[in-house]
């Protein structure tokens, strides 16, 4: 195993969301580095090339066009806006959105399929419905902790670094 700096911000976000969702740190990384498509055997992947302006997969695009939309900027509160992106993620990703259940806490569950099952698993915990699913998320979050979530969320279905990185950052 190799050994890497990082810098003492960027490692304590990563020892936040290792807390939050009782992910190792490696884990995490791996997620914000390893694309989730899967390895064609026997081939190495190509690198894209190296430009001066990034470009985005279409499902990277369309997420941040929409976390920078009229539409989400007219939400009334970070919690909507935090509601509408997992409403979104989930529409976008129906086929594997369910993996975000594995998001928890050291006692907490932050997405489940019902509300009790969110009331169950700590105190105070104000589930609301994701809009237009049928899923449940914790909302008794900080900004901070929902960032942390929404970043774990879209690690989890395989978003960009940099998709990663900047949609969290619209919760306002």
Known sequence: MRTIEVEDDVFSELEKASYLTKMPVPQIVRG??????????????????????????????????????????????????????????????????????????????????SEQELENSGNSVNPKRVPNTPYWAVTNNSTDNKKLLLRQALTLLGYGAETIRVVPECLR
Not at 39 to 61: C, Y
Not at 76 to 100: K, T, Y
């Open 32 to 113: 914000l580095v390893i694309r989730q498509d899967p390895k064609p055997a026997g081939k190495e992947l190509e690198r894209p090339p190296v430009t001066n302006a990034p470009s985005l997969s279409p499902r990277d695009r369309k997420i941040r066009d929409y976390a920078h939309s009229p539409s989400f900027l007219a939400s009334r509160s970070v919690m909507d806006q935090f509601l509408n992106l997992l409403s979104f993620l989930h529409r976008e990703n129906l086929d594997n959105f369910a993996i975000l259940q594995s998001m928890e806490g050291r006692k907490r569950k932050y997405i489940a399929r």
